[in-house]
């Protein structure tokens, strides 16, 4: 059953009708029943038109991943009807996170329609969209109804990635390439990262599976290995606009390490991203920054850090990770950005 | 806003006003002021600026005014509103600017319409009212497209046809069904009846004057078996006259209780039958107009009066259209209680006594003597309009008889009572309805104000005799078309206006072949049934839908049944907290001790993967509600 909520207007026809049965009653005038039949047929014909406009719609909605906060993006919303009768003025309404509606007036019967939304902006996070939601008040302006479909699709907004070139000039980078310092001799071994599919099990890696309670693999050094660790940190209580920032100056510095080759590894206060490289790495450790939140200072590896360069990006003085500022080749401070 | 909408919205007001103005009932400055809203509307179509917030504030505050005063003049607060609407469409139409405006118009022009409805009961209203559904139901689909933001309408012009349809069909529909009452709770129609003369306790002599010339249809009536006009309609008696009116001085009226459908009178019914189906308008008298001698009248109400003259009454004057059937017989009445009431003679009129005499000097029996009398006067005397009046003084009666020697029914069958009662014969004098005009194309009656009629009843032989001295007037016919009309009009009164609980049972008779449904007594009408059963399934839907929380998920029913596991758990002593996991409520349950473990943890399982698995799995589904049904039966 759908659910239905009669408008402003809708409310003064029902008490209008509601009197005029009344009166009808009371005075026993034919005429006065004649009008409340129209009333009383148009409230029906309201709800039942409305709920035979919603019954064998589908609709599908897709979005070009992945998405990134406050840059704009565009679902494609699809409208099927499967009925033998077309439909009339139907919006889709999106959820909070995204907000709007959007609006198809005509359905042909059996055809398909296709519409676009532009979602101009959209905070960082995980948002799940179980139903979507349909609305139709056709055919009059005394009601709306809804109907929710499943849908049960994830939407991953990741933080804003910003330009950070200037801030990795200032940052003394023993071991960038800028001098070509390689940090392992090449077919030793390197680290221990998450499986992917297809991978050779002869390189899994067992110990590391059994600690980490997922998959591992070893990864042995070429010889040419960078390795760059982004840390994040997520402990301490500040303000949310410089938070959001440190998160951004995070991500872009893990997309700008990405892209350079290097293996990187995302250290925050609750979650490590083990070092990794390529685009599905990049993904997980933004995945990882999309839904990150400010936590407490337990559960704060503040003690993982032992090769490659580590670059801090902090946004209080109240640090836990302030003990290893000292080891990172660079400490931003996202309050001054 | 679309010119379309506006152009609508235009209709609509027009409608409704238009509505009101044709009832007749509104004073023709509120109807000039009315129109104005064409003017206003036109200024709107021609996207003309509406007008300033302050000068409709202005207008609207001396509107109250101009309705106070006018309140204060004619004491009438319906009518004053009805007023009032006109002039608010009119400045309204002056202000519409926001696509909600258009709103307030059709709101007010329903208003207009229902106000109508109370003052007019005319088939014009009929007419207005289907353009009003038709304009009324185009203007809100617009209103949803405007208020979607849609500034064309053309793609929406076939369903909006479809649904105007529709909506004339189910209008139909619940008219017919909804349930009627035999009369009205506690409040009265507006209706107003059409005023006549003749039938109280007191007619003045002379008063049928003005309702010869009225051509007003107070009555139509369809006869069965009809052996053509004219048919007289018996209304009441009159046994008293003082030389300026006639009085009835009886009163011996009695309560007649409906046994069944009907109110059945004690007459043999031996003879010719017939069956007469009478509509007859609100007019000012609560007398039941009769056709012959009934034996049968199916009227509505729980009781009717009638009196010892054979007359019969309604238990007040009706506000509305009053649908009766009479089943008569070919028959005189032979009461002669009071009889000598009916031999009362004026003192002052002693010529009618000496030209009695005259005319009726060589007849031996009373009935010879009535029919010379008749005659005499049917001979001697001319049917006018225009009797005139004795300016010496003298009575009506004497200056009929002796020097005008015209006049009308009254005249003739004033003297031919004095007459009768002047040589000891008892006569009175019956007033009613002559109906002579048959529409031949509805195969009924019309009977007209001017139809109104008064004649003799004599008591000659023991039996009460009707004698009409009376000379035939001209019958003008009417033009086909107006004929047409006229059964266009009958139909409307018959099956709008007047319909009744008994038509639904007709209707339900044809439609379903059954009228009532016989459990034991009293027998009780399917209608009744019907209604009752459908606002049942409302209510369950509606019992449905607040247990859902309006959204039924495809989970709602699940969550249902875990829900109230929960409460039974902590009803049983089981510590159930908002936070409590499905392991929490499990290990609860069992502790409790009252539920089968395995049943419960069947229950649990099929709770857990049919809730959060995103899968739908029919056999889990019905393990679940077995097992949700077995831990309901502890």
């Known amino acids: 059953m759908s659910n239905i909520r009669l408008t402003k207007e809708g409310k003064r026809f029902l008490i209008a009708v509601a009197l005029i049965g009344l009166a009808s009653v009371n005075t026993g005038n034919n005429l006065i029943y004649l009008i409340f039949s129209m009333m009383l047929s148009l409230l029906f014909i309201s709800f039942i038109i409305a709920s035979v406009n919603l019954r064998k719609i589908e609709v599908t909605a897709e979005f070009e991943e992945p998405l990134y906060a406050n840059t704009p993006f565009e679902i494609r919303v699809a409208f099927h009807n499967k009925k033998i009768i077309p439909s009339y003025s139907i919006a889709m309404l999106f959820p909070l996170s995204i907000s709007g509606e959007l609006y198809v007036p005509v359905i042909k019967k059996g055809r398909s329609r296709e519409k676009f939304y532009n979602v101009l902006t959209m905070n960082r996070g995980r948002y799940l969209l179980k139903h979507l939601k349909l609305r139709t008040g056709f055919p009059f302006v005394f009601m709306n109804l809804y109907k929710e479909i499943d849908y049960g699709k994830e939407l991953i907004v990741y933080p804003r990635i910003m330009d950070v070139s200037s801030l990795l000039k200032d940052i003394p980078l023993h071991f960038s390439e800028r001098e070509g310092m390689r940090i392992t001799t090449g077919g030793d071994f390197l680290l221990s990262r998450e499986y992917v599919y297809g991978e050779e099990s002869k390189n899994i890696d067992w110990k590391a599976t059994a600690r980490a309670q997922k998959t591992m693999v070893k990864e042995f050094s070429m010889g040419d290995e960078r390795l760059a660790t982004i840390i994040l940190d997520n402990s301490s209580d500040v303000n949310e606009v410089v938070f959001e920032k440190a998160v951004s100056i995070a991500a872009s510095l893990c997309t700008v390490f990405v892209e350079r080759d290097y293996y990187v590894r995302l250290i925050t206060c609750g979650k490590v991203i083990p070092f990794g490289k390529g685009r599905i790495h990049l993904f997980k450790m933004l995945d990882i920054l999309a839904g990150i939140r400010i936590l407490n200072a337990a559960g704060c590896p503040v003690d993982e850090l032992t090769e490659g360069m580590n670059i801090l990006v902090v946004s209080s003085e109240n640090l836990v990770f302030s003990g290893i500022a000292s080891q990172c080749a660079g400490v931003i401070d996202a309050r001054y950005i | ?634």
């Open chain 2, 1 to 634: 806003m679309p010119g379309t909408y506006k152009l609508f919205t235009a209709l609509v007001a027009l409608i409704g006003s238009v509505s009101l103005v044709s009832t007749g009932e509104i004073n023709p400055l509120f109807s000039v002021i009315g129109a104005g809203l064409l003017w206003g509307y036109y200024r709107a179509l021609r996207s003309y600026p509406s007008l300033p917030k302050w000068a409709v504030g202005t207008l609207t505050s001396t509107t109250f005014i101009i309705f106070l005063i006018n309140l204060y003049i004619n004491r009438d607060i319906f009518i004053s509103v009805a007023q009032m609407t006109l002039i608010f469409q009119t400045i309204k139409s002056f202000d519409i600017k926001d696509p909600w405006d258009p709103l307030q118009v059709f709101f007010m022009s329903l208003l207009q319409l229902l106000m109508a409805s109370e003052l007019t009961t005319t088939i014009y209203f009929g007419i207005i009212f289907v353009v009003f559904v038709i304009f009324f139901v185009i203007s809100i689909v617009l209103g949803h497209f405007v208020k979607e933001g849609q500034g064309t309408f053309r793609p929406y012009r076939k369903p909006t046809v479809l649904i105007t349809i529709i909506t004339i069909i189910l209008t139909i529909a619940f008219f017919v069904s909804l349930p009627r009452f035999r009369s009205s709770l506690w409040g009265q129609s507006f209706s107003k009846g059409i005023k006549t003369t003749g039938f109280s306790e007191k007619v003045d002599f002379g008063s049928f004057e003005e309702l010869k010339l009225d051509e007003t249809v107070v009555m139509r009536m369809l006869i069965s078996p009809d052996a053509g006009g004219p048919h007289y309609l018996r209304g009441m008696t009159f046994d008293y006259f003082d030389t300026s009116a006639w009085h009835d001085t009886l009163k011996h009226t009695r309560r007649m209780f409906r046994t069944s459908d009907d109110f059945n009178i004690d007459v043999p019914a031996d003879a010719k039958k017939y069956e007469a189906e009478i509509y007859l308008e609100p007019i000012d008298t609560d007398v039941i107009f009769i056709f012959k001698r009934p034996y049968k009248i199916d009227a509505p109400g729980f009781f009717m009066r009638s009196d010892n003259a054979g007359s019969f009454y309604m238990k007040q004057k009706a506000s509305k259209r009053f649908f009766y059937k009479l089943y008569s017989i070919d028959g005189y009445y032979y009461d002669n209680m009071d009889i000598d009431s009916y031999l009362q003679f004026p003192d002052n009129i002693l010529s009618v006594k000496k030209m009695t005499e005259g005319i009726t000097a060589n007849s031996a029996d009373n009935l010879k003597k009535t029919e010379k009398i008749k005659n005499y006067l049917i001979s001697n005397y001319t049917y006018s309009l225009s009797a005139g009046k004795p300016s010496d003084g003298s009575n009506a009666i004497e200056y009929f008889l002796l020097k005008s020697k015209k006049g009308y029914c009254e005249h003739f069958a004033t003297t031919m009572v004095l007459m009768l009662r002047s040589i000891n014969i008892p006569a009175r004098l019956v007033t009613g309805f002559l109906s002579s005009q048959r529409n031949d194309i509805g195969n009924y009656y019309l009977v007209r104000q001017s139809d109104a009629h008064s004649w003799v009843e004599a008591f000659i032989d023991g039996r009460w005799m009707i004698f009409d001295p009376t000379p035939q007037a001209d019958i003008s016919r009417k033009p086909p078309l107006l004929l047409f009309l006229d059964m266009m009009r009958l139909n409307w009164n018959r099956y709008i206006v007047g319909f009744s609980s008994y038509d639904q049972k007709q209707a339900a008779n044809y439609l379903l072949g059954f009228s009532t449904i016989k459990i034991g007594l009293p027998a009780i009408p399917y209608v009744n049934i019907f209604f009752a059963v459908l606002v049942m399934l409302i209510l369950f839907f509606i019992y449905r839908s607040k247990r859902n929380g309006y959204v039924h998920s495809k989970y709602a029913d699940i969550s249902a049944e875990y829900i109230r596991l929960r409460k039974m758990v902590s009803r049983y002593g089981g510590k159930i907290t908002p936070s409590s996991t499905t392991n929490d409520v499990l290990r609860e349950a069992v502790n409790a001790g009252r539920f089968n473990t395995e049943e419960i943890k069947r229950f649990i399982g099929c709770y857990r993967f049919l809730r959060f698995s995103g899968r739908s799995d029919k056999v889990l589904l019905k393990d679940f509600l077995r097992s949700a049904k077995a831990l309901k039966k502890i």
